[in-house]
């Protein structure tokens, strides 16, 4: 009998939609000020971004180390740090010509973010994974002749949903996680494809370090994962994640009044 599609559980609660509707808001005000047309600002947190989504996955580079790299300078650091570092530039770099409900470009985002780390970079994994915490596996991702179909699933499921895109892309990073359709880099184009989302809504996404700010929570981050795969349901990891935006956006807000004084 074949494999029924899986489609994605969520229950949408009276928290997220003030939260969507609180981060709607910001988004506004920030397009209104000139924190949304500076390039220097952009930069610094395009910085901010990739530093903090290869740190979680125990890259250990500083922002200054980044920079450097990002402004072709050499830097003090482990052969796979730097090319952790410098694929990621290329990955961000090209998200704008990317479609996120495109197999193809997810598998050339993957190229772009593995080169030179991952022989088998820009395809899928043909064995089995799962994710250890400790001495215990948390999460055993689903078989590798599924991964092609749930991807192509989910893909779908993307381009013909309604949800809001803050919802739509919260719940894509979330099954993307669960499917782990890579051997390596599933945490950072999890993220990333996340981020790409958003920007089709709102390209100011580009711009924005959330990356950043799920740093600062990791274990929560992974805790609301693991509560989302208890549950079969992805709802945890959408409020998470919408805190997570909105407390960026705070964060940003505040900065560029600082900045102004």
Same mark, same amino acid.
């Given at each position: %009998?074949?494999?029924?599609?899986?489609?994605? /559980?969520? $229950?949408? #609660?009276?928290?997220?939609?003030?939260?969507?509707?609180?981060?709607?808001?910001?988004?506004?005000?920030?397009?209104? $000020?000139? &924190?949304?047309?500076?390039?220097? +600002?952009?930069?610094?947190?395009?910085?901010?971004?990739? $530093?903090?989504?290869?740190?979680?996955?125990?890259?250990?580079?500083?922002?200054?180390?980044?920079?450097?790299? %990002?402004?072709?300078?050499?830097?003090?650091?482990?052969?796979?740090?730097?090319?952790?570092?410098?694929?990621?530039?290329?990955?961000?770099?090209?998200?704008?010509?990317?479609?996120?409900?495109?197999?193809?470009?997810?598998?050339?985002?993957?190229?772009?973010? +593995?080169?030179?780390?991952?022989?088998?970079?820009?395809?899928?994994?043909? =064995?089995?994974? @799962?994710?250890?915490?400790?001495?215990? =596996?948390?999460?055993?991702?689903?078989?590798?002749?599924? =991964?092609? @179909? %749930?991807?192509?699933?989910?893909?779908?499921?993307?381009?013909? $949903?309604?949800?809001?895109?803050?919802?739509? #892309?919260?719940?894509?990073?979330?099954?993307?996680?669960?499917?782990?359709?890579?051997?390596?880099?599933?945490?950072?184009?999890?993220? &990333?494809?996340?981020? &790409?989302? +958003?920007? *089709?809504?709102?390209? &100011?996404?580009?711009?924005?370090?959330?990356?950043?700010?799920?740093?600062?929570?990791? *274990?929560?981050?992974?805790?609301?994962?693991?509560?989302?795969?208890? *549950?079969?349901?992805? /709802?945890?990891?959408?409020?998470?994640?919408?805190?997570?935006?909105?407390?960026?956006?705070? *964060?940003?807000?505040?900065?560029?009044?600082?900045?102004?004084?």
């Amino acid at each position: %009998m074949p494999n029924q599609p899986r489609t994605p /559980s969520f $229950t949408i #609660s009276p928290a997220m939609v003030n939260r969507i509707a609180a981060i709607a808001e910001r988004v506004g005000g920030i397009q209104a $000020t000139a &924190l949304a047309a500076s390039p220097q +600002l952009r930069k610094r947190n395009r910085i901010k971004t990739i $530093t903090g989504t290869l740190a979680i996955e125990g890259n250990s580079l500083s922002e200054q180390q980044v920079t450097a790299i %990002m402004d072709g300078k050499p830097v003090l650091g482990s052969v796979r740090e730097v090319a952790e570092v410098a694929g990621a530039i290329k990955a961000y770099e090209a998200a704008p010509d990317l479609r996120p409900d495109k197999i193809d470009d997810l598998l050339r985002a993957h190229a772009l973010m +593995l080169d030179g780390i991952l022989n088998k970079a820009g395809h899928f994994r043909q =064995v089995a994974v @799962g994710i250890r915490k400790g001495s215990t =596996v948390s999460h055993v991702a689903p078989p590798a002749n599924r =991964v092609p @179909g %749930m991807m192509a699933d989910l893909c779908v499921w993307l381009k013909r $949903t309604d949800e809001h895109p803050l919802i739509a #892309s919260s719940v894509f990073h979330y099954e993307f996680e669960f499917i782990h359709p890579f051997i390596d880099g599933n945490g950072r184009m999890g993220r &990333l494809w996340q981020t &790409l989302i +958003l920007a *089709q809504w709102q390209p &100011l996404f580009l711009s924005l370090p959330i990356e950043s700010l799920i740093k600062e929570h990791q *274990q929560e981050y992974y805790q609301v994962l693991e509560q989302s795969d208890k *549950q079969a349901d992805s /709802s945890p990891f959408i409020h998470f994640m919408l805190s997570i935006i909105l407390e960026t956006l705070i *964060q940003i807000t505040a900065n560029e009044q600082i900045t102004r004084s």
